[in-house]
T-cell receptor, first 115, second 115 residues
Framework: DAGVIQSPRHEVTEMGQEVTLRCKPI?????LFWYRQTMMRGLELLIY????????DSGMPEDRFSAKMPNASFSTLKIQPSEPRDSAVYFC?????????????FGQGTRLTVV | DQQVKQNSPSLSVQEGRISILNCDYT??????FLWYKKYPAEGPTFLIS?????DKNEDGRFTVFLNKSAKHLSLHIVPSQPGDSAVYFC??????????????FGQGTILTVHP
């Protein structure tokens, strides 16, 4: 398996524009997580899904952020409109969650710069 | 409220010596603990984990110790190598229930191993 695949790797956009980040989890994994990494807040969980259903989106900073998982092999994180303070590295991760939790595998991340 | 804390932002060690990275947690529901390593421009990669039913887990040069009564865990790297230089994240999750493998991360510790 190629691991968790995120696209794009880098995104530079102007303030006010819509940004869509994409993630393909590892096949067979049933949990998917979106994290954001900043200097100030470290790795913070934004939202996570189990079996394609959003479980907890309490980490989503504002209504400008939304995430979807239309099927087991694809998820998007959308920011509309984007603001400079959204600049960060966004990571997608997936894991198989059964009776016991296991490690999550991370993608390479998308470095977002909003100017 | 930071439930997982890594109080040392950085650690510098000589090659061949032991590196000890520390982590404290506050949530008594956590019962599965992980360490991740992160290189620049890459996603975090899983290193080693430990379940709360154990107090030690070893994998080659890496050993994780868990002290449940103190809510403290540590990662020992022996011997340290320059290639170990990276950011190390401690993470924790609660098995079962509705956690679905959700990981809560510490702020990270930058380890530098000098030749």
């Amino acid at each position: 398996d190629a691991g968790v695949i995120q696209s794009p790797r880098h995104e530079v956009t102007e303030m006010g524009q819509e940004v869509t980040l994409r993630c393909k989890p590892i096949s067979g994994h049933n949990s998917l997580f979106w994290y954001r990494q900043t200097m100030m807040r470290g790795l913070e969980l934004l939202i996570y899904f189990n079996n394609n259903v959003p479980i907890d989106d309490s980490g989503m900073p504002e209504d400008r952020f939304s995430a979807k998982m239309p099927n087991a092999s694809f998820s998007t994180l959308k920011i509309q409109p984007s603001e400079p303070r959204d600049s960060a590295v966004y990571f997608c991760a997936s894991s198989f969650t059964g009776q016991r939790n296991t490690e999550a595998f991370f993608g390479q991340g998308t470095r977002l710069t909003v100017v | 409220d930071q439930q997982v804390k890594q109080n040392s932002p950085s650690l510098s060690v000589q090659e061949g010596r032991i590196s000890i990275l520390n982590c404290d947690y506050t949530n008594s529901m956590f019962d599965y603990f992980l360490w991740y390593k992160k290189y620049p421009a890459e996603g975090p990669t899983f290193l080693i984990s430990i379940s709360s039913i154990k107090d030690k887990n070893e994998d080659g040069r890496f050993t994780v110790f868990l002290n449940k009564s103190a809510k403290h865990l540590s990662l020992h790297i022996v011997p340290s190598q320059p290639g170990d230089s990276a950011v190390y994240f401690c993470a924790a999750s609660a098995n079962g229930g509705t956690s679905y493998g959700k990981l809560t991360f510490g702020q990270g510790t930058i380890l530098t191993v000098h030749p």
